[in-house]
């Protein structure tokens, strides 16, 4: 397989990762099904969410597979009077990443992210590789160090 923009970039900050890769032939692209697919528990797995907050100014929330983000938490960690999911026809334009495919790593520009709380009970997390079909697992401090995250309460209850 070749290496993605989001492996490149974490083999050249020599950060460990372990990279999966699924099919994709059965158009199943959510989260959990990802989880199932690379035989990780969809607590593990997560998905990579942008935003924009009521200043126009977008955000990244990295939460578990199986969980809704809580808009009104990601509004407050935001310092935002509300925050709402950005279109997806916007998704590649502002991230250069498909719907399916978006990593918190290597983004067309760096946003304000945070990563849900849960995150720091696993050795690792699994995050889109960059591409449809690609997951990568590491270790979560060490990608929150490296996009800059912070560790909040992101899910609903």
């Known amino acids: 397989m070749l290496k993605t923009n989001v492996m490149r970039l974490l083999d050249n900050a020599q950060i460990e990762y372990r990279m999966y890769e699924y099919s994709v032939e059965d158009g199943l692209l959510d989260a959990l099904s990802i989880a199932r697919k690379i035989g990780e528990a969809s607590e593990q797995v997560f998905k990579t969410l942008v935003t924009v907050g009521a200043s126009k100014e977008h955000f990244v929330f990295v939460i578990p597979a199986g969980c809704e983000l809580d808009l009104k ?26 719907h399916g495919g978006c990593s918190p790593v290597g983004m067309k520009k760096p946003f304000r992210t945070f990563i849900d709380e849960t995150a720091i009970l ?32 992101l899910i609903k209850e």
């Open 73 to 98: 938490k990601a509004a407050r960690v935001s310092g935002q009077k509300s925050i709402e999911m950005i279109p997806m026809k916007q998704l590649l334009p502002l991230t250069g990443y498909i």
């Open 122 to 153: 696993y050795d690792y997390i699994c995050v889109s590789g960059g591409k449809v079909g690609t997951n990568v697992a590491i270790h979560p401090e060490r990608l929150a160090d490296f996009v800059g995250a912070e560790f909040v309460d």
